[in-house]
């Protein structure tokens, strides 16, 4: 058999078919992929490397996790050591996931481990490759300074910034990888369609294994940095101590948590009753050992964990009113009323109007004059009148004080102008929640509710075991949706910010936004914007398991 003869045997008109509708199917969402790249992926991957400068309008010295320390603390090597060890749990995982899958199918995947460390590889070489050519771009502003600054000039550095020989060398070195691993999975592929699922699995774990190992050689030489310096100094950072006594206090929760959800299973009362005491004692216990954050946290900077604290405040204020009043709206516009079509769209009108126009309207109507439309109201009602945006007291400590009672400072809660905030936020997005859950109601089948009706149930009944189990899809959405919002809300809260009230009203957003273009700390003002995403990641992840295991589908 010829070469030629050979070539036809392998591309056969229905592999040719398959190819041209699989690659077809690539080139549709190739610019997808690379929107995707270009306005999410590395704008995340270019704040990560400004976090690990120092940067103040240009990029100066690498600091590593200095900027992070400045925030939060000793608490950034701890966090970053839990991040090494996640990714070595997944290797594990996907291990067993291997490994199931392959006795299912009674295989042997083990020959897919080279192309999926050659895909792992690739990963690998482009990620050093942008790691090295970012500071041959950055350099291009400085080569311009003092010189006339034309598009010829431009262009010449940036050729030659493509051109420099460490970024040239991995991007070469990432093709040619590149090229191996297509043809090793065209290969492959031939052979069983399956081994495309090893493949990715297998580059999975190479690349958990690598950033795990990667993460922990990190995090100790950045320990080691960090007790140099303190050597010189004659102080003890005691990271070490912190980092054993907090992983010992979550390994207390995660064997709690397993052994309270073991006591169902028990089938004596005796069993279940020690599964139960059992668990709260390890629960105290790690709670006791991870109660070391707090003295971390206070060597944090002041302003990151005030932001913090407002934010909690903010979130706390306005998702429970925002979802309770939008879920009664609903339930009533939903009963056919006359006139409910235009209710519908005047309670939907705040969400549509501009934000920044409806705040200052608000910032206006609560203003401190006593001519102000709130304070006159609340004249008119006897009540004194109230400062508002310009509060820094907390509601709860102004309240005490007009009743002449002792109210302690941890307990004041949130400011009143903070508040006046929360008042707005409610206000603009319960329209947009009612709609919702109007939907959410919409895909309720009435029989359900008849049937209820003729087996003597009240609306109070209908409500608790028909209407609000199957709403439980809308309100996990709309719960994380808005406690997401609130730990990024910036532009209103902006608006409102009045001099006397600043402190209690900067959220966590605001901080960054402060750092980044008044102090002008780029570096550490990325620093920050991590954590916040770290923040919002883990609200989002204990949501998901506390919320969503208990969502009803139906």
């Known amino acids: 058999m010829n070469i030629l003869d050979r070539i036809k045997a392998v591309f056969t008109p229905r592999r040719l078919r398959f190819l041209r509708e699989y690659f077809t199917g690539y080139l549709f969402i190739t610019p997808a992929v690379f929107l995707i790249f270009l306005f999410g992926i590395f704008p995340v991957g270019f704040a990560l490397y400004v976090s690990l400068h120092k940067w103040r309008i240009k990029r100066s010295d690498y600091l590593g996790l200095a900027n992070y320390t400045k925030a939060i603390g000793n608490l950034a090597y701890v966090l970053l050591f839990f991040l090494a060890v996640g990714a070595l749990i997944g290797v594990y995982f996907l291990i067993r996931k291997i490994i199931n899958t392959a006795r299912e199918n009674q295989e042997k995947p083990g020959l897919m481990l080279l192309p999926g460390l050659l895909h792992a590889s690739v990963i690998g070489a482009f990620l050093r490759y942008f790691w090295f050519q970012l500071p041959e771009f950055l350099s291009i502003g400085d080569k311009l300074q003092g010189k006339e600054k034309t598009r010829e000039l431009f262009n010449q550095l940036l050729s030659e910034s493509f051109l420099a020989v460490r970024p040239q060398f991995m991007l070469f070195f990432g093709l040619l990888v590149a090229s191996l691993v297509v043809g090793a999975a065209f290969a492959l592929y031939r052979k069983s369609p399956r081994n495309l699922f090893y493949q990715s699995q297998f580059m999975l774990m190479w690349t958990a294994l690598a950033s795990g190992v990667g993460l922990v050689y990190f995090t100790y030489g950045e320990v080691f940095k960090a007790y140099a310096a303190a050597v010189e100094t004659g102080t003890d950072p005691g990271i070490w101590p912190q980092v054993i006594t907090i992983s010992g206090g979550v390994i207390l929760l995660g064997i709690a948590w397993i052994v309270w959800n073991g006591a169902s299973k028990e089938n004596s009362n005796r069993g279940f009753w020690m599964r139960i005491f059992g668990a709260l004692t390890l629960l105290v216990g790690g709670w006791l050992l991870i109660g070391e954050i707090p003295t971390i946290v206070?060597?944090?900077?002041?302003?990151?964990?005030?932001?913090?604290?407002?934010?909690?405040?903010?979130?706390?204020?306005?998702?429970?009113?925002?979802?309770?009043?939008?879920?009664?709206?609903?339930?009533?516009?939903?009963?056919?009323?006359?006139?409910?079509?235009?209710?519908?769209?005047?309670?939907?009108?705040?969400?549509?109007?501009?934000?920044?126009?409806?705040?200052?309207?608000?910032?206006?109507?609560?203003?401190?004059?006593?001519?102000?439309?709130?304070?006159?109201?609340?004249?008119?009602?006897?009540?004194?009148?109230?400062?508002?945006?310009?509060?820094?007291?907390?509601?709860?400590?102004?309240?005490?004080?007009?009743?002449?009672?002792?109210?302690?400072?941890?307990?004041?809660?949130?400011?009143?102008?903070?508040?006046?905030?929360?008042?707005?936020?409610?206000?603009?997005?319960?329209?947009?929640?009612?709609?919702?859950?109007?939907?959410?109601?919409?895909?309720?089948?009435?029989?359900?509710?008849?049937?209820?009706?003729?087996?003597?149930?009240?609306?109070?009944?209908?409500?608790?075991?028909?209407?609000?189990?199957?709403?439980?899809?809308t309100t996990y959405f709309l719960s994380l949706i808005a406690i997401i919002g609130t730990f990024k809300a910036f532009a209103t809260i902006w608006v409102f910010r009045e001099s006397l009230a600043q402190g209690t009203v900067d959220t966590f957003s605001v901080a960054i936004f402060t750092e980044f273009f008044e102090k002008l700390r780029y570096g550490y003002a990325s620093a920050m914007a991590f954590v916040l995403f770290a923040l919002i990641l883990s609200l989002t992840f204990i949501n998901n398991k506390i919320q969503g295991s208990k969502v009803f589908y139906g």
Not at 333 to 355: A, D, N
Not at 373 to 383: H, Q
Not at 410 to 435: K, Q, R
């Open 298 to 473: 206070a060597a944090g900077d002041p302003d990151l964990w005030s932001g913090l604290k407002v934010t909690v405040f903010f979130s706390l204020g306005t998702v429970p009113f925002q979802l309770g009043f939008s879920m009664f709206l609903a339930i009533l516009l939903f009963q056919k009323l006359k006139g409910s079509e235009i209710f519908r769209m005047i309670f939907f009108l705040p969400y549509v109007t501009p934000f920044i126009a409806s705040a200052t309207i608000f910032k206006q109507m609560f203003s401190n004059r006593e001519s102000a439309p709130i304070n006159f109201i609340l004249k008119s009602l006897g009540f004194m009148p109230q400062k508002w945006l310009f509060e820094s007291k907390g509601v709860f400590e102004i309240i005490a004080s007009g009743r002449g009672w002792d109210w302690p400072d941890w307990a004041a809660g949130p400011s009143l102008a903070l508040v006046v905030i929360i008042i707005h936020s409610v206000w603009t997005y319960v329209g947009y929640d009612t709609i919702i859950y109007l939907a959410g109601l919409v895909n309720i089948p009435g029989e359900l509710n008849e049937a209820a009706e003729i087996d003597g149930a009240n609306n109070w009944d209908i409500f608790r075991n028909i209407t609000f189990p199957l709403l439980s899809p």
